[in-house]
């Protein structure tokens, strides 16, 4: 999953919400994990959905 983030933030100038990071994420880490790894299955939760705007990056 950092590998992923990392990836987001160096290929992005703007601003990333922390719900844009996680919907990235999500994809990348869910595709990743079941093309690699047959039959197991990971997808990054977002547990506190914040009220209003938190930048990974402003």
Known sequence: M???LVELLK???EPITLKEAHSYLSQR???YVEE???GTTQSPLLIN???G???LRP
């Open 49 to 51: 959905d914040l009220d």
């Open 2 to 4: 950092t590998y992923f």
């Open 11 to 13: 290929k992005n100038a």
């Open 29 to 31: 880490v869910t595709r």
């Open 36 to 38: 690699n790894f047959p």
């Open 53 to 55: 705007l938190f930048y």
